[in-house]
């Protein structure tokens, strides 16, 4: 029988009726069908395409080659996958920091075509307009402060931000900025949980922290960081739910060795 029976979706508006309540928001990132049914029917309740795709399921570097087109096909893998869950969908590099046109009909392919249910832009007053424009057409849109992947060529380095006065005010600024233009949600990423802890109550909106400490709404993680599957990563914010990377290691080399020593199949796996 599935858990999901007569399941209540989560909605934007139920996550700002969690903040209201003190209550704790989870969220994790979901790239296709298989995992984000596993982590759906766990009970999260933001699944987060992140384009954090780009590295762990297309190897790349950095966030800034995976396309509009790849984002899709990964979002409306999780889609399908979903019955409680709000997914969010990041727009890609690229694909909104120009033309708040070109945003817009960008963020109308993300909806249409996945199923998501909203997007996430990085950046703050600097991509104010396209945020406005695609809120204008009923989509709805996360933030996201702080550390943003997408111009890691600007900073140079993974390292915490807003450490200094003058970075915090303009986050903080920020953060504000993007409450008036109605995001109904801001992920902050990498910067200290002070700082955090502080826009979590400037604010109304929830505030979902990645490496910004406790004080903030909820929190979210790359799944395949938490479940020890990229073995390189460990920062410190990091919490490792499993060991999967030694998991899946041992089955395929004992898978390897059945198969060259003859003992897969064996009698009862055969027709
Ligand atoms: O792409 C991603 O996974 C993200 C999270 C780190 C918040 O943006």
Redesign the pocket.
Known sequence: MSVHKNVKRVTTHTLQEMKNKGEKISML?GYDFSMARIIDTAGIDVI?V???ASNVMAGHET?LPITLDQMIYHASSVVRAVQRALVVV?MPFGSYQGNSKEALSNAIRIMKESGGHAV?MEGGQEVLESIQRILTAGIPVMG?LGLT?QSIYKFGTYVVRAKEKGEADRLIEDAKALEEAGCFAL?L?KIPADLATLVAKAVHIPIIG?GAGGGVDGQ?L?VHDMLGINNEFNPRFLRKYHNLYQEMLGAFQNYIEDVKSGSFPNEDEQY
């Open positions: 990132t987060l992140g384009d954090s966030t990041d996430k996201h992947p992920v990423e990645i979210v790359v």
